[in-house]
């Protein structure tokens, strides 16, 4: 796992975006995995921007999302779907037949799970994914306990994450408790699998995921397992990482064929 600690919030979505920039442009027809909520806004933002400045070509990019709420429809304020369509669908040069999402009016949903794993085996495979981690650890919504060999599925949140995502909705009673989501067996299969993390409130999580055991009670720490990780933090998400000092002197000498 290689792990970027940058100073800032900005700097640390700086990073993501332009990691993300270098995907795309060596492969216009990339196959991208697509996180939401609050942590990567910045990093959709920044993208739009290269787009309006002709630096990206999203023409040819297909996209995967992680997981959406059972029960909101694509045009529901609080989808997932509404919410990438705000921050980055509506804005860049993407064909709607290349975007994927899970259903969640989906009225068979283990079919419709099955489907969606289908659809990423025949769109090659997803070459970079994006990824949050929750406070108590999740990625996409793998709550504690989620089988780390796991398919997409049905998930029930957690109180936390329920807790967690109440101001969107304006209460934790209007949270929905299901989802759809993307099993740790599919983002593992990932190329490339690219997790943002800023705030001290993941500095915790962060230190258990990339410097503690592998465990399903914090699913993201399977990614200590994955050939090809990155890891992007700003100074407090890093706050609890033991080997801080190291993972500086790695960034700071990379060979440049490896910078962005």
């Known amino acids: 796992m290689e792990i970027i600690i940058k100073p800032t919030v900005a700097e640390a979505q700086q990073e993501t975006a332009k990691i993300m920039r270098r995907q795309i442009q060596r492969k216009p027809e990339t196959v991208l995995g697509l996180a939401t ?16 400045k002709g630096e990206l070509d999203f023409s040819k990019v297909s996209t995967f999302n992680l997981d959406e709420y059972v029960g909101l429809d694509a045009k529901h304020p609080w989808s997932y779907r509404a919410f990438m369509e705000a921050h980055l669908f509506g804005k860049v040069n993407i064909e709607k037949s290349r975007i994927h999402f899970p259903d969640g ?49 049905i998930k029930t949140l957690t109180p936390q994450t329920v807790k967690d995502n109440a101001r969107f909705f304006g209460g934790e009673e209007l949270v929905p408790r299901h989802v759809i989501t993307m099993g740790v067996g599919t983002i593992m299969e990932t190329r490339h699998c690219l997790l943002l993390a800023t705030g001290e409130g993941k500095a915790e999580a ?11 009670d914090l699913p993201a720490s399977i990614l200590q397992m994955h050939p090809v990780c990155t890891l992007v933090v700003d100074a407090a998400a890093a706050k609890e990482l033991k080997r801080c000092e190291y993972y500086h002197w790695v960034y700071d000498n990379k060979p440049d064929w490896q910078r962005v």
């Open 105 to 153: 009016m989906a009225t068979d949903i283990p079919a419709h799970c099955a489907n969606y794993e289908a659809d990423i085996r025949r769109a090659g495979g997803i070459d970079l994914q994006l990824l949050g981690i929750g406070r108590e650890g999740h990625i996409g919504f793998n709550e504690p306990s989620s089988s780390l060999a796991s398919r997409t599925r």
């Open 37 to 52: 909520g609050s942590t990567p806004i910045g990093v959709y933002s920044l993208l739009v921007g290269m787009h309006e």
């Open 206 to 216: 962060v230190a258990r995921m990339a410097e503690g055991a592998i465990t399903a």
